[in-house]
């Protein structure tokens, strides 16, 4: 179950045009405990906390908007 929520949000991350940090920086991290989770589902929803820190992938945002504006680094909850 673990690995399905990391799948999920290296999804997320790159749908939204991100790269994990290299090493440990950009290791995405469950804050839930991961047994309590699989015992608790029932429904076919699930709800969880990570964390991970991310930059801003220059090859997407290349190609995603021709303009030369310095991007900002973002919090986005996904």
Same mark, same amino acid.
Do not use: R, Y
């Given at each position: 179950?673990?690995?399905? #929520?990391?799948?999920?949000?290296?999804?997320? #991350?790159?749908?939204?045009? %991100?790269?994990? %940090?290299?090493?440990?920086?950009?290791?995405?991290? #469950?804050?839930?405990? #991961?047994?309590?989770? /699989?015992?608790?589902?029932?429904?076919?929803? %699930?709800?969880?906390?990570?964390?991970?820190? /991310?930059?801003?992938?220059?090859?997407?945002?290349?190609?995603?908007?021709?303009?030369?504006?310095?991007?900002?680094?973002?919090?986005?909850?996904?």
């Amino acid at each position: 179950m673990q690995e399905a #929520v990391i799948k999920t949000v290296q999804a997320a #991350v790159e749908a939204f045009g %991100l790269k994990s %940090l290299p090493g440990s920086d950009g290791e995405i991290e #469950v804050q839930e405990d #991961v047994k309590d989770m /699989a015992m608790g589902w029932k429904d076919g929803s %699930l709800t969880f906390t990570t964390t991970f820190s /991310a930059i801003f992938d220059p090859e997407k945002a290349n190609k995603s908007s021709s303009d030369d504006e310095e991007k900002e680094a973002v919090v986005i909850d996904a």
